[in-house]
């Protein structure tokens, strides 16, 4: 909600160096079914999976047998088989087994777009915060959350500002 100043909440949360995540709730849950997690990088991945495997494993989830749908977004073949094989090492070290992979060819369609194809009916969607790491927080941020996050159900929109390893060490 615009009144409470997201983008300077952010700004200063991700200034400490502390993880940032916003809750977009535009219908709520329906069916506690499917957790849609949108890879963009492995900082904000990492901590977005782990969330994701969090929640599919709390009372209400479990009982529905929820599922954690991985997404990622490439450009070429070559991309392809390199996130193929970097996002299957990550499930397979992570350990999660209500997991599966989806690579999707952007075919110069915009990435709103792409996520509203495949999740428009997801429970829950999490993404990475749109160009924040480059660019900042700014007034525009808020403006670029809605823009991705506008035609679906409920959304959390993540930074990580930790580092998170599914390796065993």
């Known amino acids: 909600d615009e009144r409470f100043q997201i983008d ?18 535009n219908t709520g ?17 990492n901590l977005m ?46 350990r999660i087994d209500n997991i599966t992979l989806n690579i999707i060819k952007e075919n110069n369609k915009k990435m709103p777009q792409i996520i509203k194809e495949n999740s428009h009916y997801t429970d829950l969607v999490l993404m990475g915060i749109p160009h924040v790491k480059k660019k900042g927080f700014s007034p525009k941020t808020l403006k670029e959350i809605k823009k991705y996050t506008d035609g679906l159900t ?13 390796r065993i060490n």
């Open 49 to 94: 999976v782990l969330l994701a495997y969090l929640i599919s494993h709390s009372k209400t989830w479990m009982e529905n047998d929820a599922s954690i749908r991985l997404f990622k977004v490439v450009k070429d073949d070559k991309e392809y088989e390199l996130y193929r094989n970097k996002l299957t090492k990550l499930i397979n070290d992570s």
């Open 154 to 166: 409920t959304s959390l929109i993540v930074l990580a500002n930790d580092k998170i390893d599914f």
């Open 29 to 45: 849950f329906s069916d506690f079914k499917f957790i849609d997690v949108w890879w963009d990088e492995a900082d904000d991945g």
């Open 8 to 25: 300077k909440l952010a700004k200063l949360t991700s200034r400490l160096k502390k993880n940032v995540i916003i809750l977009r709730n």
